[in-house]
């Protein structure tokens, strides 16, 4: 039985996935069964840049290791994952672009989260600089966060590090995640609420499609700066429905949190003003049912 789980992150490149990802199992800073080290290679992602950071992380000898990474069958993203093969558990966490690399990362015996509404960001000289990629990211963030798909990565990654912890082999996640996926796991108790989160995650990815065509298939430069223009729009349009689901579940006072206990544990709650608890056990349930 391990008392800490050594997790090591490896973030290529970025997606919208990536920034917040090691603080989605630590939120409150307070868990005492997780030590983590996270290395980048910031936004370039070539071989060089994910061999390094390959050879990084394994010099730490984690438990665990988790690589976040646009599009995981590019030269960078698979130099890196053959790096990483060998022996420690490793779960990828990317966008839709990597189901063409789903063969390779199961042939490594690796697990895998691809996120279809992790969209691609308009990168066009004439449109995109640093504000403006921070304000894409953000949105992206959002209809990451208020969706589920966040929720789902806590739950996958925690169901690791609890086997892990009490030295048992994780059962890595083999996981695609659309829109039933990701609402599913927001726990939204009003149907309007599912509705316009589903509406959100779908528009999400439809930015993703226009950045692809802005940034690959356009050449005429007044067509691909509209077009990525509007994939930010679409973005930006894709996290108001995102919070307007959960402000619906706020009017109704049903959010639903899941906060990490000090020993990794995900306590529950609905109501504002209550305490979270621990999730009962299916013996107490029935229990409770029979009573």
Known sequence: MLE???VGFVKLGNIGCAPLIE????????????????????????????????REVLAWQPHVIVVTAPNASLPGPVACLEALSGGVPVAVVSDAASRKAIPRIEGYGFGYILVEADSMIGARKEFLDSAEMSLFNANLITVLSATGVFNIIVRELD???????????????????????????????????????MASYEVAKKAGELSFEGCFREDERERYTLLV???????????????????????MDTVHRSPHDWDGTLLEKRALIEKPARPRTQEEAGERRSS
């Open 23 to 54: 603080l989605l199992l630590d939120e409150r800073a307070e868990r005492e069964d997780l030590e983590v080290h996270v290395v980048g290679s910031g936004a370039k992602m070539g071989v060089g840049e994910a061999e390094k950071v390959a």
């Open 159 to 197: 169901r690791v590090l609890e086997a892990v912890k009490g030295g048992q082999k994780p059962v890595l996640p083999r996981l695609v995640v659309d829109k039933w996926a990701a609402v599913s796991a927001a726990k939204f108790s009003n149907p309007y609420a599912r509705a316009k989160a």
């Open 4 to 6: 800490q789980v050594k």
């Open 229 to 251: 223009a509007a994939s930010h729009e679409v973005m930006h349009a894709a996290a108001r429905l995102s919070e307007e689901a959960r402000n619906l579940e706020k009017g």
